[in-house]
């Protein structure tokens, strides 16, 4: 054999070896997430699920245009934290939700019935105020307790901006309803 036809056979056999290694690094990877760690990005899933589909929602049926702006940035923002999530969980091989789970969803159905001022209020108090204080939460304790240093620090970022995010929010309330 030549020089170039054991250089072909090497690259293949090399392709080969890491093509078959790949999925066990990421199964070894999965298997060394913890339970709590897999449980907060399912939660975290669920909760950017939950307010990206209410301000697609508010978008359309709020009758204050500052709702409505709201709403537009949310779905922005929790866009690029639910790529940063996903891309996270694919890595470990976590199943995250599709659909919506539990109060989540009734609240939601609930909002698709609302309309007018109904739908501003229901919206700007169960979706941007208390939605939001319960993210704080769960990405406080993951940012405080997760023993995946990448998981760690996405909730510590992500944290920041569903802080500022609250507070948006809780001015609104206060503007939208004074």
Not at 1 to 16: I, R
Not at 72 to 91: F, P, Q
Not at 170 to 176: F, G, I, P, T
Request: net charge negative.
């Amino acid at each position: 054999m030549g020089f170039q036809e054991n250089n072909v056979k090497y690259l293949a056999t090399l392709l080969l070896s890491l093509a078959l290694a790949a999925p066990t690094v990421v199964n070894a990877q999965a298997a060394s997430v913890s339970e709590r760690d897999a449980r907060f990005l399912q939660a975290a899933a669920n909760s950017g699920l939950f307010e990206m589909q209410a301000s697609q929602l508010a978008i359309q049926a709020a009758s204050q245009e500052r709702i409505k702006e709201f709403a537009r940035m949310m779905l922005v923002e929790h866009e690029k934290i639910d790529g940063d999530l996903k891309s996270l969980a694919m890595m470990r091989n976590i199943e995250l939700p599709i659909d919506l789970e539990g109060d989540r969803q009734d609240t939601l159905d609930a909002l698709q019935q609302d309309t007018g001022a109904g739908f501003d209020k229901r919206y700007v108090e169960q979706v941007a105020v208390e939605a939001h204080k319960q993210a704080v939460t769960l990405f406080t304790e993951a940012s405080e307790k997760s023993e995946d240093d990448e998981i760690k620090a996405f909730a510590g970022k992500a944290l920041k901006t569903l802080q500022q995010h609250l507070q948006h929010a809780q001015n609104l309330a206060e503007a939208a309803f004074r």
